[in-house]
């Protein structure tokens, strides 16, 4: 069974990907069609060895004629420049017409270049409403608009012979008013669209090309994917750092922008870690490598960005299923309103009331406000480092009511830093102390050696002599004539921090003690989730005493210590078993030994570059740049979402409901501009609907930090 990735471009909204992805799955022999409509990619999989791509030419453009499909880079087919071309159209249609309409002449004249703008503008509508109509037995919003346009100009021009050609009928410039504001509207879709769809691809544009590999004095330049764990890799000003690794020597500043959404550089040194997809900016680095390329920073994002599963948020499943029977209903008003009239022997009226119901009525509000709501917010939060597997879970974190966390690497850093040194001889100081241990950890990239050597930053250094490496238990070397021991990592009784003891022929002569630090956005974050009236708790394998003293600072009340994987899934899932009917659980962790909890919460979020892949496989959000604020900024972002959907959804409502009851009433029949009314009551709500959606780009959900937010604290 061979995959296979086409991009198939100009598809404009979500339904009419779920149609293409219908269209393709039933050519024969493919299986586990996937259309996603955020990276434009097909994929499938099929054991088909014969020249299968003519079929699945004829299934894309059977479905979608303005479809561009495209394979490894090279175009397919022969359209290009369509967006200039729809624009000139657009424009030619708008000018001709409004001259037809505006611009004293004969009327008959008039009636033609009415004629022809309409033509030009409502073609590309005409064509889709007839594929859908006829290949796909589907009635939508094309077939409604041009239905009523339709209808509406028959109307109009029976008028205007009505009237011996002296004036327009009643009908035609609404027609002209109709296809052009529907026009805007879909021209901003597809604005919204692609301003989404460059936030997210612009995640994609981290992926590097080569990797110049160090061999002693020689560089040679090799595929990322060639390169194995604990290799020396050259990275230069300018390029991507194509690996995740350690820096062994150099310096620079980065860019980690399209990564972590964090538009300030970072400066990386010896000791520092760096993630594959961060630019530098100035300096070389050399960098050895703690991942294969499949497991990298970079590869974990484009995996995540390529299969995030397409779901829809309960809101847009619900809207979807409406408009679809509501189309038909529609329709079936429509037909009554007309054979009523009919019985009643006016046949005119009967047509232009079934039109205003059709007007009125049509469901475009619906079903392109909501859709564009959620996938303009999964383009914000991919811009800013939450990665969204699919807008259902949008919802579900905009109505947490409780998130539990696990505490390593995900509240704290995962890293150590030096909490006290302590000299056990009066006659070594405590700086001496903490320079024999950073002369023992200066070549390790443990954890603990990174702390002490980060803290012993300034001092010099020297290489030392009978340097033995013993696994388990430390280090031993020469310095000045004596034996220096350092290791023997063990937690100091009194207050449960890692210490590292430092022996001079066979003597203790003092100790360091670490401790894990609190990442510096974690008490932001806790306390805004409790302001939010969202229930805290923390799990931990940690002890009961480092646990406790983490949750105090957070001001978690809740906390469970010395837990193994098993016993946080059980936690969990009483937890899950308590909660009432319309209640949701978020767990937010990192290691692998969270992803049965993250895959069993209501909500999985995890921190991504910190994280296991099994453990950002198994989780529905992925933070990028393992910062707990993003998770503020996800509630924040998801709760201004499920805002708009609803006020869309309400404004739409209320206004086709107000227009349908004063058409029935007969209060329009009074003003005269019934049509022009209808015309408002359903393009206008529509382009209102859609403008209103395009604040989600502009929300500012306090991105920018507060000055306490910067204060690391530690345990």
């Known amino acids: 069974m061979n995959k296979y990735i086409y991009e198939i471009r100009n598809i404009d909204c979500a339904q009419c990907a779920k149609h293409l992805e219908a269209s393709i799955a039933r050519i024969q022999g493919f299986k586990n069609v996937n259309y996603n409509f955020a990276t434009m990619k097909l994929t499938f999989e099929t054991e088909r060895t014969d020249d299968f791509y003519p079929e699945l030419k004829r299934a894309v453009y059977r479905t979608e004629p303005d479809a ?23 424009a030619l249609g708008v000018v001709i017409g409004f001259i037809g309409w505006l611009v004293p002449m004969p009327i008959v004249v008039s009636l033609v270049l009415i004629t022809i703008g309409m033509c030009l503008l409502l073609y590309k509508t005409f064509f889709k409403a007839m594929v859908q109509l006829f290949k796909n037995k589907t009635i939508g919003e094309h077939f409604l608009i041009t239905l009523a346009v339709f209808g509406a100009y028959g109307l109009g021009i029976f008028h205007t012979i009505e009237h011996g050609f002296e004036e327009l009928g009643h009908g035609i410039e609404e027609c002209l008013m109709v296809i052009i504001l529907y026009n805007i509207g879909k021209m901003l879709e597809s604005s919204v669209l692609k301003k989404s769809r460059k936030n997210i691809s612009a995640l994609m544009e981290i992926q590097p090309d080569f990797a110049m590999l160090v061999h002693g004095n020689h560089e040679h330049k090799v595929h990322p994917q060639d390169v194995k764990i604990g290799s020396v890799i050259k990275v230069r000003p300018g390029e991507r750092v194509p690996l995740d690794g350690i820096v062994v020597s150099g310096s620079a500043s980065a860019d980690k922008s399209h990564l972590t959404g964090e538009s300030l550089p970072c400066a990386l ?16 680095l050399e960098i050895q490598t703690t991942s294969v390329y499949k497991d990298s920073a970079v590869s974990r994002i484009m995996n995540l960005i390529d299969n995030a599963n397409d779901k829809k948020s309960k809101t847009e499943t619900i809207i979807n299923k409406f408009a679809k029977w509501y189309t038909l209903a529609v329709i079936g008003i429509a037909v009554i309103a007309f054979i009523v009239y009919l019985c009643l022997g006016n046949i005119i009226d009967g047509i232009k009331y079934a039109l205003i119901m059709l007007f009125i009525s049509c469901p475009c509000a619906f079903a392109i406000s909501v859709p564009l709501a959620y996938f303009s917010a999964l383009g914000k939060a991919s811009k800013n480092g939450i990665l969204i597997k699919g807008s259902n879970y949008l919802d579900v974190a905009a109505k947490l009511n409780h998130v539990i966390f696990d505490k390593t690497g995900t509240l704290t850093t995962g890293d150590f830093t030096v909490k006290e040194i302590i000299s056990l001889d009066t006659k070594y100081s405590t700086q001496t102390i903490l320079k024999l241990a950073a002369l023992g950890e200066q070549n390790s990239i443990h954890p603990i050696a990174r702390a002490i050597t980060h803290k012993a930053h300034g001092m010099e250094i020297e290489k030392v002599e009978n340097f033995v490496e013993n696994s388990g238990s430390g280090v031993s070397f020469t310095y000045k004539g004596d034996v220096v021991f350092v290791g023997n990592i063990t937690r100091n009784n009194s207050d449960e921090l890692t210490s590292v ?54 001001g978690i009340k809740e906390y469970h210590s010395g837990l193994t994987p098993e016993q946080k899934y059980e936690i969990l899932e009483s937890e899950l078993n308590k909660q009432q009917k319309g209640d949701y659980t978020a767990f937010v962790g990192d290691g692998i030994n969270d992803a049965p909890s993250l895959s069993r919460a209501d909500l999985g979020i995890s921190m991504g570059l910190r994280g296991s892949p099994a453990t950002v496989e198994a989780s529905d959000i992925v933070v990028v740049d393992d910062n707990p604020a993003k998770i503020k900024d996800l509630h924040k972002i998801s709760k201004f979402t499920r805002r708009i959907v609803w006020e869309n959804i309400i404004f739409a409502v209320v206004t086709k409901v107000t227009v349908i009851a004063l058409e029935l009433t007969g209060v329009l029949a009074h003003t005269g501009l019934e049509m022009l009314i209808a015309v408002l009551g359903d393009v206008g709500v529509t382009l209102l609907a859609i403008l209103n959606s395009l604040r989600i780009f502009a929300y500012n959900y306090g991105k920018k930090r507060n000055k306490k937010d910067k204060e690391k604290s530690s345990i």
């Open 68 to 90: 561009e499909i495209i394979h490894d880079n090279a175009k397919l087919n022969r359209k290009s420049s369509k967006f200039n071309i729809d624009l000139i159209i657009f």
């Open 501 to 554: 003891q430092v022996l001079i022929n066979e003597k203790p002569v003092g100790k360091i003690l670490l401790a894990d630090a609190l990442k510096e956005s974690s008490i932001p974050v806790c306390e805004y989730l409790k302001e939010q009236k969202i229930k805290l708790s923390m799990l931990s394998g940690d002890n009961q005493k480092v646990t406790a003293h983490v949750a105090d600072m957070l």
């Open 269 to 284: 040194s010896k000791g520092s870690q760096v993630l594959s997809g961060t630019i530098l900016l100035d300096g070389a």
